[in-house]
């Protein structure tokens, strides 16, 4: 194996703090509210320390498990990486815009999964050509040939989920961010899309893949962080991290 000191750093995490405000309603804090609003509200606000000083730094063609218990924070570093949470202290630096797997804002429940693809794609960046080209494959890839002029409202969630797959992967992404996708797939659905994680990361890009499945992160990761409480607990081979996680849950 290289050594990491070879590879080029795609992403690097600098004591990464992220710090959610909740009203002790339940409610969140929104832009909407009124700084005044707030401050009456502040003696209610409660603040969760989700993510408490996370440091690592991600490689060219490294393909990271990200595994931890319920609620340890594995979600909020994703998205602090995709820039979709800020971070409250530290930085994150990352070599081009990481992309979270999920086209699912842009498709329409009442549309054939087909036109769904067709948008999808066009969400992505891609042409209607480009797409209509790319059609026979993604129908492929989710196995939904008999499915896909039938309303996506029909589908059931398994059955979304290897649609939404299916179009986000279509391109080739130099850094990918796949929370919990693989879960909702059957057996040679889970089989066919570790297969194209996989030669995702062959292509040059680096995946992190939050799972609760230690099988699919034993099968398509070289390296797992194991995120408890906030904090990074282990960083290293698939095997080891595994073992201790697993030995931690009893
Ligand atoms: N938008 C939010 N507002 C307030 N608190 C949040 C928000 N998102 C997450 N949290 C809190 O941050 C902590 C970490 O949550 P996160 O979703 O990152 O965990 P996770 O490891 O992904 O969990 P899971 O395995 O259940 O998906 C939890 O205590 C959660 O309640």
Redesign the pocket.
Known sequence: MVAPTDRKPVVIVDDVH?E???LATGK?ATAADSSRKLMQRSRRTRS????KGVSFTAYENDSIG?I????????????AISGS?PTSQGAIYAASRPSMLGVGAALIKDLSGERNIILGGLALGFTRREMEARLDDIVEFAGLREFINLPMRTYSSGMTARLKFAIATVQDHEILIV??ALAVGDRAFRRRSEARIREIRDNAGTIFL?S?SMQSIRDTCNRVIW?NK?TLMMDGDPAEVIDAYQASTG
């Open positions: 992220v959610y405000k909740v969140r969760v320390h989700a993510l990200v931890g218990s319920n609620g340890s924070g594995k979600s909020t570093l994703m998205r949470t929370d919990e939050v609760h995120i906030g």
